[in-house]
C-alpha cells in the first residue's frame, strides 16, 4: 500500500501532520518517521531534528548517525534552507511509503520502508523495481544522481525480523574512536544496516548446519566499526550476506529468488573488491578464510565449479598458512580464537572431501582430522578436552549445531587422502592390481561408515571421548538429512570406487562386495527422503540434490553390469547394519518404484530449477522399460 503526498501537501491515504515530509536525519538514515516537530525518533536519539535540506533528484543518501552527530556539531550557514528549488522545476517531488503487512506467524508490528524520490520528465530517467519482503512490488520512476545511491537490499526472506531497533546507535559516540574518511574502508552505497537482516538469516539457518562464527561476536565488531576499518573483516561479512542470499530459499521465497542472485552476485564483486590488494595472503587471517569458504559455496551453488574450486584451494591454502591443521599453533591462542579455528578446520576438512568426492580434486588436509584434533590433547591438554567438550555443552542451540559437526567429520575422517587418489584414478598400481585400494582396505572403509553410523546414534564421537554429544535423533530436521544422506552417499561412492577397481561380484560373503549393494543404498535412501519434509533438503543447496542425483545413478550402473538387476524386480530386504535401515523399508518396492521417487524429490527440489533436473529425466527415459 502507498501514501503519497505532493509538493503542496496533498494527502493520500493517511490525515495531513505537521510536516510535508520525512525530517532529514529520519531520511538520511532511511528509518521511519512520524513527521513531527521534533519526531519522536529524533527525541529518541537525542539528535537536532530538521526539516532544512530541500528534495533532491536522487534516492536515499548514504549517511550514518555518526555522520549526523559530526554535521550537528558543526555551525552551517545553510540552517535556513534557502537553496536554489529550480532543479525540482522540470518534475514533481513525492514521499512514497511502502508499507508491508507481516505474515501471520510474526508479531504485528508492520515493516515499512519510506523512499523520497522525483516523478521525472521522460528524459535521463530509469525505472527502480522494488521486492518488500516478496510480498508486493511498485516501480518507481528515479532520476539518476551525479552522487552513488544507497543499495538496497528489500527482498527479506518472510521470516526475517525488522530492525527497528537501530542496532549501530547503542554505543554513546564518545565511546568510539574517531572514524576518518582515509580510515573507512566501507562502500559508501551500501548502508550495512540493510545487511542485518540477512546476518540473521545466515545465523538462523546456516550457521546451525555448518557453526563456525559467533552471533554476538558479529554483532558487537559490527557496532564498533571493525567492518569499517578492517578491509577483510568487511569482506567477510558481504561473503557471509551473499551465502545467506544464495543458499537457504525454501518454497515460499522462490519467487524472490532473482531479486536474491542478483544482490548476491553485487555483495560478491564488492567483497573481492574489499579484499584485493598486491600482497594478499602474505598475513593471512581467520576472516580470509571464512571469505573464500564463502565465496567458494556462492559459487558452487551458481554452478561455476572452476571459479568454486579456486575459492575453495583458497580457503584451505590460507588455512594452511595459518596453521589450523597443526596442534602447535594452537598454543597461546585465547579460547574463543581456538574455538573458532577449530571449528574452521573442522568445516574445510569436510567441505574438501565432499568436494573432492563429487569433482575428483584433490585433498590437502591430509590424514584424519579427526585424529589431528584427538592429538591436540596430547600436546596441550586444555585446547583438547575443555574446548571440544564446550562445543557439546554451552548453549543448547550452539551445542546442537557443534554436534552435528562432529557427526559429519566422524564420516568423513576415514575418507582419506588414500580413498581420493584412488577415486581420482591415481593409484598404486603393480601387476595390473591397486595397491592402495584393495579387497581389505574396503571392506576397512565401509566398517569404518558403520562405525561412523553407530556414533551418531549412540552419541559417541571417537576423536572425543571426553565430549558427551546428544543422539542424532536429538538433532534439527536438517542435521538429521544432511548427515544421513551423505553417509548413504559416501557408501555409493565407496561402492563406485570398488566397481572401477574389479572388486565387486554377483555374490559375495560380503554384501557391500555386491552389485546389489547399490540398490540397497537407494533403497534406504527413498526413506529418508520420504522421512523429511522438502525444506530439510533445500536448506542445504544444490550439493545435496546432488547426492541424491549419485545414489540414483548408482542404481542404473548397477543395472547395467548385472543381468540380475531389473526395473520389475522387488528389492529383498537389505540386512539392517548394513545401509542404516531400521525395520520401516516399504515392502515390496522395485527399483522403478525407486527410480520414479527419486525424480520426484529431484523434480520437487527447488522448482526443479538446477542443472539435475532435465539431466535425469533425460536419463531416465532413455532407460529401457522405464516410463515417465
Not at 518534475?91 to 505474515?103: D, E, F, G, K, R
Not at 598458512?321 to 591443521?325: E, F, N, V
Given at each position: 500500500m502507498f501514501s503519497i503526498l505532493d509538493c503542496a501537501g496533498e494527502t493520500v491515504g493517511r490525515p495531513k501532520t505537521i510536516a510535508d515530509r520525512a525530517c532529514d536525519q529520519c531520511k538520511s538514515r532511511k528509518v521511519r518517521?512520524?513527521?513531527?516537530?521534533?519526531?519522536?525518533?529524533?527525541?529518541?536519539?537525542?539528535?537536532?531534528?530538521?526539516?532544512?535540506?530541500?528534495?533532491?533528484?536522487?534516492?536515499?543518501?548514504?549517511?550514518?548517525?555518526?555522520?549526523?552527530?559530526?554535521?550537528?556539531?558543526?555551525?552551517?550557514?545553510?540552517?535556513?534552507?534557502?537553496?536554489?528549488?529550480?532543479?525540482?522545476?522540470?518534475?514533481?517531488?513525492?514521499?512514497?511509503?511502502?508499507?508491508?503487512?507481516?505474515?501471520?506467524?510474526?508479531?504485528?508490528?508492520?515493516s515499512s520502508t519510506t523512499y523520497d524520490y522525483c516523478v521525472p520528465d521522460e528524459q535521463n530517467s530509469y525505472c527502480a523495481t522494488l521486492f518488500e519482503e516478496g510480498i508486493c512490488e511498485a516501480t518507481l520512476e528515479v532520476i539518476p544522481s551525479r552522487m552513488p545511491s544507497e543499495v538496497?537490499?528489500?527482498?527479506?526472506?518472510?521470516?526475517?525480523?525488522?530492525?527497528?531497533?537501530?542496532?549501530?546507535?547503542?554505543?554513546?559516540?564518545?565511546?568510539?574512536?574517531?572514524?576518518?574518511?582515509?580510515?573507512?574502508?566501507?562502500?559508501?552505497?551500501?548502508?550495512?544496516?540493510?545487511?542485518?537482516?540477512?546476518?540473521?538469516?545466515?545465523?538462523?539457518?546456516?550457521?546451525?548446519?555448518?557453526?563456525?562464527?559467533?552471533?554476538?561476536?558479529?554483532?558487537?565488531?559490527?557496532?564498533?566499526?571493525?567492518?569499517?576499518?578492517?578491509?577483510?573483516?568487511?569482506?567477510?561479512i558481504f561473503g557471509l550476506c551473499a551465502f545467506a542470499m544464495y543458499q537457504p530459499i525454501q518454497i515460499h521465497e522462490r519467487a524472490s529468488t532473482p531479486?536474491?542472485?542478483?544482490?548476491?552476485?553485487?555483495?560478491?564483486?564488492?567483497?573481492?573488491?574489499?579484499?584485493?590488494?598486491?600482497?594478499?595472503?602474505?598475513?593471512?587471517?581467520?576472516?580470509m578464510v571464512l571469505t573464500s569458504l564463502f565465496l567458494f559455496s556462492c559459487l558452487f551453488n551458481s554452478n561455476k565449479q572452476r571459479a568454486a574450486a579456486l575459492r575453495l584451494r583458497e580457503a584451505v591454502d590460507l588455512a594452511q598458512?595459518?596453521?589450523?591443521?597443526l596442534p602447535e599453533s594452537y598454543s597461546g591462542l585465547d579460547a574463543e580464537t581456538r574455538e573458532q579455528w577449530l571449528r574452521t578446520y573442522?568445516?574445510?576438512?569436510?567441505?574438501?572431501?565432499?568436494y573432492a568426492l563429487q569433482r575428483r580434486h584433490y585433498i590437502s588436509f591430509r590424514g584424519r582430522p579427526g585424529i589431528t584434533a584427538r592429538f591436540m590433547q596430547a600436546f596441550d591438554p586444555t585446547i583438547a578436552t575443555e574446548y571440544i567438550s564446550h562445543f557439546t555443552s554451552s548453549d543448547h542451540s550452539d551445542s546442537v549445531a557443534m554436534t552435528g559437526l562432529l557427526y559429519l567429520m566422524e564420516t568423513f575422517d576415514n575418507i582419506d587422502e588414500t580413498v581420493i587418489e584412488c577415486w581420482n584414478g591415481n593409484c598404486k598400481v603393480s601387476d595390473g592390481i591397486c595397491e592402495s585400494f584393495d579387497r581389505r582396505r574396503a571392506l576397512q572403509a565401509f566398517r569404518a561408515q558403520y562405525r561412523a553410523r553407530e556414533a551418531c546414534l549412540t552419541g559417541n564421537i571417537s576423536f572425543a571421548p571426553s565430549a558427551t554429544p546428544v543422539p542424532l535423533d536429538k538433532l534439527t530436521e536438517s542435521q538429521q538429512a544432511d548427515i544421513l544422506i551423505t553417509q548413504l552417499w559416501l557408501l555409493n561412492r565407496l561402492w563406485s570406487l570398488c566397481l572401477s577397481h574389479s572388486l565387486l561380484q554377483e555374490s559375495s560373503d560380503h554384501a557391500e562386495l555386491c552389485y546389489m549393494f547399490a540398490c540397497h543404498i537407494a533403497l534406504s535412501l527413498n526413506e529418508q527422503c520420504k522421512r523429511f519434509p522438502l525444506s530439510a533438503l533445500e536448506i542445504h543447496g544444490i550439493g545435496l540434490v546432488e547426492k541424491i542425483y549419485d545414489v540414483a545413478m548408482?542404481?542404473?550402473?548397477?543395472?547395467?553390469?548385472?543381468?540380475?538387476?531389473t526395473l520389475d524386480v522387488p528389492l529383498p530386504k537389505p540386512e539392517p547394519d548394513k545401509v542404516f535401515i531400521n525395520g520401516e523399508v516399504s515392502s515390496n518396492l522395485a527399483l522403478k518404484d525407486i527410480l520414479q521417487n527419486f525424480n520426484r524429490t529431484i523434480q520437487d527440489f527447488r522448482g526443479g530449477d538446477h542443472q539435475y533436473s532435465d539431466r535425469f529425466e533425460d536419463i531416465l527415459t532413455k532407460l529401457p522399460g522405464y516410463y515417465l
Open positions: 518517521c512520524d513527521m513531527t516537530k521534533p519526531c519522536a525518533t529524533c527525541t529518541k536519539q537525542g539528535f537536532d531534528c530538521t526539516y532544512a535540506k530541500a528534495r533532491k533528484k536522487r534516492g536515499p543518501a548514504g549517511k550514518h548517525i555518526q555522520e549526523i552527530r559530526r554535521q550537528q556539531e558543526k555551525p552551517s550557514d545553510d540552517q535556513d534552507g534557502s537553496q536554489n528549488g529550480s532543479d525540482l522545476n522540470s518534475s514533481t517531488c513525492y514521499n512514497a511509503q511502502l508499507i508491508a503487512s507481516p505474515p501471520a506467524d510474526q508479531d504485528s508490528n508492520v538496497l537490499f528489500p527482498s527479506l526472506p518472510i521470516d526475517s525480523p525488522s530492525h527497528d531497533l537501530d542496532s549501530f546507535g547503542l554505543i554513546p559516540r564518545q565511546e568510539l574512536s574517531p572514524l576518518t574518511d582515509t580510515a573507512d574502508v566501507w562502500p559508501q552505497t551500501i548502508n550495512e544496516e540493510a545487511l542485518l537482516p540477512w546476518i540473521d538469516v545466515y545465523f538462523k539457518r546456516l550457521n546451525p548446519i555448518g557453526p563456525i562464527l559467533n552471533r554476538t561476536t558479529i554483532y558487537h565488531e559490527m557496532i564498533m566499526r571493525k567492518h569499517r576499518t578492517d578491509s577483510q573483516y568487511g569482506a567477510m531479486s536474491r542472485l542478483v544482490q548476491a552476485r553485487m555483495l560478491m564483486e564488492e567483497c573481492v573488491k574489499m579484499r584485493l590488494t598486491a600482497d594478499f595472503g602474505e598475513l593471512p587471517s581467520i576472516e598458512s595459518l596453521g589450523l591443521h573442522l568445516s574445510l576438512s569436510v567441505t574438501e572431501r565432499a548408482g542404481v542404473i550402473t548397477a543395472m547395467g553390469v548385472s543381468s540380475c538387476i
